[in-house]
């Protein structure tokens, strides 16, 4: 074989080969995103939010027969039952949710960052969503179709994280840096983790009081220089997602907020709260 063939064939390989990625990006205001895929498996999603401020994104897979109009809607609902001022109670709005969708989990990017997950992808309907951290009226989705095809290598993981209700299987210690988590949800009800890095002269007890009093106690126990530490998105019952995450050293609180849907506490009032350090 002719020599420049021959680099020809491995240069095609070698894009193919790279390609087992998607890439989402978030820029003036837009959401550019691939509408359809023929990647299947846990599929790396790489997240590029160019906008001024921290951005969610969040992955669901709309049900047998749902419509991305009545997701959407939905979607809307839970957000604005969760925003700060609103009266109303989260369940039913997240009940109606989860009759249109599951929700795969995703990522919290900071302004000018990329980041890295993987959604399991299986033919069907997908919907990327991506808002603002700090709250507000800025909201983007996209749709993405999945076909049959070629399936991908599973990622490995350095910390393997269940979720169940209602606790995290956090161990007493990780590593910090970077590091790639596989997030599992076992529960029975949705899931998800706001990870507080605490000051330096804070202890768990601290963030507790500082949460009951809504930070007005005094300065708020959280180390105000990586606000923006990991976030665990939402994940449904029986998902397991990949998520690459880099942690400075410290000590975490990882809490859960979600109501509880049989009772009126949250999942944080019934346990889950873990304490770690990454080191
Ligand atoms: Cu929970």
Request: a negative charge; one cysteine or more.
């Amino acid at each position: 074989m002719k020599k420049w063939l021959q680099l020809l064939l491995v240069s095609l390989f070698l894009i193919n080969f790279a390609s087992a990625q998607l890439s989402i990006n978030l820029e003036n205001g837009e959401l550019l995103a691939p509408e359809d895929t023929n990647l299947n498996g846990f599929v790396a999603l790489d997240f590029s939010n160019q906008e001024e401020e921290a951005f969610e994104f969040v992955f669901s897979r709309l049900k047998e027969g749902s419509k991305v109009e009545a997701f959407v809607t939905a979607s809307r609902e839970v957000a604005a039952s969760f925003a700060e001022d609103s009266t109303s109670d989260p369940r039913p709005a997240m009940s109606a949710y989860l009759e249109i969708a599951d929700v795969y989990g995703g990522l919290l990017v900071a302004s000018g960052e990329t980041g890295t997950a993987y959604i399991k992808l299986e033919p069907g309907i997908y919907v990327f969503e991506a808002y603002p951290n700090e709250g507000g009226d800025a909201y983007f989705y996209s749709v993405l179709t999945v076909n049959k095809g070629e399936t991908v290598v599973e990622p490995e993981a350095d910390l393997n994280l269940t979720m169940v209700d209602h606790h995290f299987s956090f161990p007493v210690s990780i590593k910090a840096g970077q590091q790639r988590w596989q997030i599992s949800n076992m529960g029975e009800q949705v899931h998800f983790a706001i990870l507080f890095k605490l000051a330096k002269w804070a202890t768990a007890d601290d963030l507790m009081a500082g949460l009951e009093a809504n930070f007005e106690n005094g300065p708020p126990p959280i180390d105000m220089e990586t606000p923006y530490t990991n976030f665990i998105e939402a994940v449904g019952p029986g998902q397991t997602y990949y998520a690459d995450v880099n942690l400075p050293a410290g000590n975490y609180v990882a809490i859960c907020f979600m109501p509880d849907m049989e009772s009126e506490k949250m999942h944080l009032e019934l346990g889950m709260m873990s304490m770690f350090a990454a080191e």
